[in-house]
């Protein structure tokens, strides 16, 4: 059942306005979709956190009030405060609860890989959301993907998630969505070192003995030329 939010019609544009709605705690939107003419709205924030605070947060269906009017819509976009974090602006996208949308869905991982541990790896998901397509009544709150079997080698693509029945997953079947990270640091060999008995290179005739290494038993030294028989 979609969740009841109220809206306030008629706010003026330009970021002056816009700025001062904010730190009001009012955040500027727009409802559009299914060929009705965009209407700028308005939007209590404290409304809206009370409205997304279930399981399905952004992902909610609401029932806009829009003046006498009421709309099934999703919110298509969050604009954020770069700094602050906080919602600036809203679209809402008027949805059909019988036809198909695409939305993006979070991803989550349950399960604890053991062979994975044992090997010092890490299992990692390589994106936050999967796109998928569905009616509202169907959109999942979140993709649940079970990593317990995953072994070092393992790679989780997007056509062996299990998804719920009425939704399929939009994008390339081979994207990787779980893999695994190599975390364990191997030991280097250690260098043999040298022990009585090994050749000695000998160094051409008037070239110095490399440095810390002993003079060759009738050699010249370093600098000086050998006197001829």
Do not use: C, W
């Amino acid at each position: 059942m979609p969740t009841s939010l109220k809206t306030k019609v008629g706010r003026s544009v330009g970021s002056a306005e816009a700025r001062r709605l904010v730190s009001a705690d009012q955040i500027p939107a727009v409802v559009y979709g299914h060929g009705m003419t965009p209407v700028k709205v308005t939007v209590d924030r404290r409304d809206l956190r009370l409205a997304l605070a279930g399981p399905a947060g952004a992902n909610t269906i609401l029932e806009l009030q829009v003046g006498d009017d009421k709309y099934p819509a999703i919110i298509k976009e969050l604009q954020r405060d770069p700094v602050r974090r906080v919602v600036r602006h809203i679209d809402f996208l008027q949805i059909s609860l019988t036809e198909l949308i695409t939305m993006d869905v979070p991803v989550h991982l349950k399960g604890t890989a053991k062979a994975v541990l044992a090997e010092g790896g890490l299992v990692d998901a390589t994106v936050n959301t999967v796109q998928i397509r569905a009616t509202a009544s169907n959109i999942p709150n979140e993709i649940l993907i079970d990593i317990t079997n995953m072994g070092m080698q393992d790679v989780i693509r997007l056509s062996e998630i299990k998804l719920p029945n009425g939704v399929t997953a939009v994008g390339d079947p081979d994207l990787v969505i779980v893999t695994v990270l190599t975390t364990k640091i191997e030991e280097e060999a250690p260098v043999a070192a040298a022990v009585e008995g090994d050749a000695v290179a000998v160094p051409a005739e008037g070239a110095a003995p490399a440095e810390g290494a002993a003079p060759v038993e009738g050699a010249a030294p370093a600098g000086k030329a050998k006197p001829s028989a």
